[in-house]
């Protein structure tokens, strides 16, 4: 998928945060609701943003989740998002949702914010209230800035059982001017998005109306944090924003400019980039695996399939112990509900092709291992129905992710 | 859901088998395909069986089941099943469709049946073609008998991954002639069933037409095999097969009979049983879980949410782990695609009350972790939408159903 980086002229920018475009700061402390991770994070904007926003399609959505999209309803501007882990403040009832309203208060006066440019985040644990004093010192203790070392505070405090930050960057020059997008996200477990995924914040300096930004950001969360799956569980706190505060300067971007899609492609890249991170951490996981659904009727069609493949336990296992067990991914799409034809299917894992025609192929069983061990693991699909395609990213199924989820309360 | 057999006189029969009923006979050899465990079974009855069968909605249905379609469809009788384990002789293409059929033809003339009253079955690893050398020794040697072990010997050559045999036995009186019903089934993991489950095999001595036990066998199926998951995937090779010969000398059965409700119950319990054992006994389970929804708008709502409950990875992790973390089970409720009000939902594990009107509750921890350490566990959720109530049966996710899937074929 990177190789669109090379057609356009977006460039990616390493060690690039969500502070790297102009005008956001970042910040994250310790305010106690964690032993002794960092677990208060925020992100500020120095002038009202435009916003984009996708969320999680559970039925029971998180107190925080109501409060960001009131805050977004009023302007469509945010200037700041202030986000806690460890308590995911879901399931909380009228207490919960005061609380969220109080975070959103406690952080527009520390910041001399309206309100209703402040948008709230939390994830961790389900059915729990949040410490309230421990939230009142974590705010007053955010001290923001826009240097690594800030991006890297906020990277961590909106982590759980993730083991890496997430982080992205991407440039482009549009109209002669640069712009930038940033992105940090955190996610390792109860991932597996339907609209958002778990939490990812996308900060970029371009000018464009919140209209069009939250358009561009539904169509790239369904090629990129809704591809991705660990557990094929999705939480009742998923949320992706994106603000987009126009310090680039740059004449306001709509899709009928010229350079569009280089905006886009940045945009996306970021979101790819962050989701491949998420899956590649998925708990317990020690192998990326992609999955590249080709010759579909339909790219609804391929996503899902390769969604399917990607998220089917026996194929992650098989994965993890790197067995070539290619019926695996005829049995996950037979059962992925799209209908092909059974008698012409090609599966490939990496350059090795093992099913052709739907007729197994000779191959070379310590070669399959072999590519097997590496970290990251390319399964391809051939359908021969058409020529949509579609991709999906997930990680293995391994002893660890039973031993972090047997007892992640405890 | 046992309790039906006290209100109607249905009876369960301890140590009841496929040979129970009158005029069956089972037989199970070693063949040779897998090193030691028998391989090769058979089920014949003394006279041509009116019969019911559901298959895996997978799009790659493996060779038997086209050989089986075949055979039901000529006269909707059969009086033999041959079944070999170790190859699925699926995705085998043209040559394993002509070694399904001689498997029919071999099984027919030992036995000199009308091939097309012969069904047949396989299960193992996807994409290999069968031994057809060790089919056909299998098949000579085939002994069947109506005792006991004959029962055992069957039982024993269907299964692959499982660790116990799978079998359930019921008897009603209608008419005064008793009639009895027994099943035998195996299936431990790639367990997700559409349609069907693994494989299931049902026999009776009633009198039945095959149109009104097709019926029965669907509404059924939909109750029972299709309400259990083990790791979401579902199979190549999913079926069951009903054979009812008559022998009771009942007047034949229809639901306009009085006691309609006792033969579809004793058929019900039956494959009840079989789907709860073949849930137990899911790869590396150590415990079974029952998930009861009451109060849904629809019976479909309801089979939905509690299928969602069962199959999430994080709610089986953390059964396995003892750890009463009930935030994902309303996790697994938000995501189920039906829509629930989420401010009025309670959530009980046992007789535990966790959550009232979607408030959380005060209860004990330590009551609740010594609840989920035993090996029978009750999730009820309560959604005051409707009247409908559902229930599904899966098990816990524990390190060792990812070490036999870590190297299934190795």
Redesign the interface.
């Known amino acids: 998928m990177i190789k669109t980086e090379e057609k356009t002229t977006v460039k990616k920018i390493e060690n690039g945060t969500i502070v790297t475009p102009k005008g956001f700061l970042a910040a994250g402390v310790h305010a106690g609701l964690r032993y002794e991770k960092k677990d208060v994070g925020a992100i500020v904007s120095v002038q009202p943003s435009s916003c984009a926003a996708v969320y999680?399609?559970?039925?029971?959505?998180a107190a925080p989740l109501h409060v960001t999209k009131e805050s977004i309803a009023a302007e469509q501007k945010l200037q700041g998002i202030i986000v806690n882990s460890a308590c995911?403040n879901?399931?909380?009832?009228e207490q919960g949702l005061k609380d969220a309203y109080e975070m959103r208060t406690l952080f527009a006066e520390k910041f001399q914010l309206e309100p209703h440019y402040v948008a709230v985040a939390s994830t961790g644990?389900?059915?729990?209230l949040l410490n309230m004093d421990k939230i009142r010192k974590g705010i007053q203790n955010l001290k923001p800035g826009n240097d690594q070392s800030a991006a890297e505070e906020f990277q961590t405090a909106i982590l759980t059982t993730d083991t890496v930050m997430k982080t992205a960057c991407y440039e482009t020059v549009i109209d002669g001017k640069t712009i930038t997008v940033g992105g940090a996200a955190k996610g390792s477990?109860?991932i597996?998005p339907?609209m958002a995924t778990m939490l990812g914040f996308v900060t970029t300096d371009a000018a464009i109306d919140s209209n069009v930004l939250q358009e561009a950001l539904r169509s790239i969360t369904n090629k990129t944090f809704n591809q991705i799956t660990v557990?094929?569980?999705?939480?009742?706190n998923d949320m992706v924003i994106v603000m987009a505060n126009g310090m680039a300067e740059n004449a306001p971007l709509t899709p009928s400019h010229p350079q569009w899609f280089q905006f886009y492609e940045a945009l996306k890249l970021t979101c790819e980039d962050l989701a491949k991170q998420i899956a590649r951490d998925g708990e317990g996981a020690t192998k990326l695996i992609e999955v590249q659904v080709n010759g579909a009727k339909t790219k609804e069609d391929a996503n899902k399939i390769a969604k399917q493949i990607v998220?089917?336990?026996?194929v992650k296992?098989?994965v993890?112990?790197a067995?070539a067990?290619?019926?695996?991914i005829?049995?996950?799409?037979?059962?992925s509900g799209?209908?092909?034809n059974?008698?012409k299917v090609d599966v490939s894992m990496g350059e090795i092709n093992m099913?052709k025609n739907?007729?197994?192929q000779a191959f070379d069983e310590e070669a399959a291992k072999t590519y097997l061990q590496q970290s990251q693991i390319v399964i391809t699909v051939q359908l021969y129905e058409g020529k949509e395609n579609g991709v999906a990213w997930g990680c293995d199924?391994?002893?660890d992710?039973?031993?972090i989820?047997?007892?992640?309360?405890?």
Chains 1, 2 share one sequence.
């Not at 005829?330 to 059962?335: E, L, S, T, V």
């Open positions: 999680t399609q559970s039925s029971f959505q995911a879901a399931c909380t009832g644990v389900i059915g729990e477990g109860m597996h339907n557990d094929g569980d999705t939480s009742t998220g089917s336990n026996l296992t098989a993890y112990g067995d067990n290619w019926g695996r005829i049995g996950a799409i037979g059962y799209v209908e092909v059974p008698d099913l739907s007729q197994p199924l391994t002893y992710y039973v031993k989820n047997a007892s992640y309360r405890t």
